[in-house]
């Protein structure tokens, strides 16, 4: 499996964005996939997850403000996010954890959110 991830941008506060993560190669195997994150200088940190059957959750400095959903058809992971501040800057990593228990994470996006 390979991901590809698109969409980070330089938003203003307030702004919304919408991140992709584009999966290929053996989409059956995979079981959950989600979002990560990493500030400068900072460990990266979970954002969102979604499961194989669409069960979710959120971190809760994105909860009420971002949305995470998959296109089966189109083998692509979504995060849609709201309502941006300067503290979601950050270069967003989709990942996919497989059924055998392998992680395959994307090359990352950079979001930017400023004035």
């Known amino acids: 499996v390979q991901l590809q991830a698109s969409g980070g941008d330089l938003v203003q506060p307030g702004g919304s964005l919408r991140l992709s993560c584009a999966a290929s190669?053996?989409?059956?195997?995979?079981?959950?996939m989600g979002w990560y994150r990493q500030a400068p200088g900072k460990e990266r940190e979970f954002v969102a997850v979604?499961?194989?059957?669409?069960?979710?959750k959120y971190a809760d400095s994105v909860k009420g403000r971002s949305t995470i959903s998959r296109d089966n058809a189109k083998n692509t992971l979504y995060l849609q996010m709201n309502s941006l501040k300067p503290d979601d800057t950050a270069v967003y990593y989709c990942?996919?954890?497989?059924?055998?228990?392998?992680?395959?994470w994307g090359q990352g996006t950079q979001v930017t959110v400023s004035s």
């Open positions: 979604i499961t194989s059957v669409g069960n979710t």
């Open positions: 990942y996919a954890l497989l059924r055998n228990g392998y992680t395959q």
């Open positions: 190669g053996i989409i059956s195997s995979i079981n959950e």
